[in-house]
T-cell receptor
Framework: DAGVTQSPTHLIKTRGQHVTLRCSPI?????VSWYQQVLGQGPQFIFQYYEKEERGRGNFPDRFSARQFPNYSSELNVNALLLGDSALYLC?????????FGPGTRLTVT | GQNIDQPTEMTATEGAIVQINCTYQTSGFNGLFWYQQHAGEAPTFLSY????GLEEKGRFSSFLSRSKGYSYLLLKELQMKDSASYLCAVRDNDYKLSFGAGTTVTVRA
């Protein structure tokens, strides 16, 4: 079975631009969570979606938004990019208590 | 909110045992997780504790004391491939995971 997949793998954007990151969960998993991981720190929770509904939101500005589609895939959108948004963005899917992480998208904002 | 503390770095010799401690203060508790993360890779699940006590899984064991807000991950018979960052994470009553900053373990020959 395929694991969690994310696209793109790497991305370079300029300040002020917008970015969309994509995630496909493991087949059968209905919950998707998004995390931001800055170098040297643990992942920080951004959003969780379950059955296409937002279940939780971390302490991130409104520039960050997400949605989940009927096939349970998900998108994370970030508007008006700042230099500080440079990070590894991780998507995790879950069926029960265990979360399975995708390889992440490395976003660099210049 | 959640406050999760773990040591920044630990070094041990191949074949030895290392214990990584994690203390937490949370507004709600619904389980504690340990993840392993190699440089440049995604975290991978190691263990899950929701009740007090020790959970053993091969060379790795995890302990939880909810009354003390304390957990540890025990790595036995260390191998070079165990060099990685180990993340302690607490899930709250809304199923949100909060991670510590991670403990970088370096295994030396």
């Amino acid at each position: 079975d395929a694991g969690v997949t994310q696209s793109p793998t790497h991305l370079i954007k300029t300040r002020g631009q917008h970015v969309t990151l994509r995630c496909s969960p493991i087949s059968g998993h209905k919950s998707v969570s998004w995390y931001q991981q800055v170098l040297g720190q643990g992942p920080q929770f951004i959003f969780q979606y379950y059955e296409k509904e937002e279940r939780g939101r971390g302490n991130f500005p409104d520039r960050f938004s997400a949605r989940q589609f009927p096939n349970y895939s998900s998108e994370l959108n970030v508007n008006a990019l700042l230099l500080g948004d440079s990070a590894l963005y991780l998507c995790a899917s879950s069926l029960n208590y265990e979360q399975y992480f995708g390889p992440g998208t490395r976003l660099t904002v210049t | 909110g959640q406050n999760i503390d773990q040591p920044t770095e630990m070094t041990a010799t191949e074949g030895a045992i290392v214990q990584i401690n994690c203390t937490y203060q949370t507004s709600g508790f619904n389980g504690l997780f340990w993840y392993q993360q190699h440089a440049g890779e995604a975290p991978t699940f190691l263990s899950y504790n929701v009740l007090d006590g020790l959970e053993e899984k091969g060379r790795f064991s995890s302990f939880l004391s909810r009354s003390k807000g304390y957990s540890y991950l025990l790595l036995k018979e260390l191998q070079m491939k165990d060099s990685a960052s180990y993340l302690c994470a607490v899930r709250d009553n809304d199923y949100k995971l909060s991670f510590g900053a991670g403990t970088t373990v370096t295994v030396r020959a």
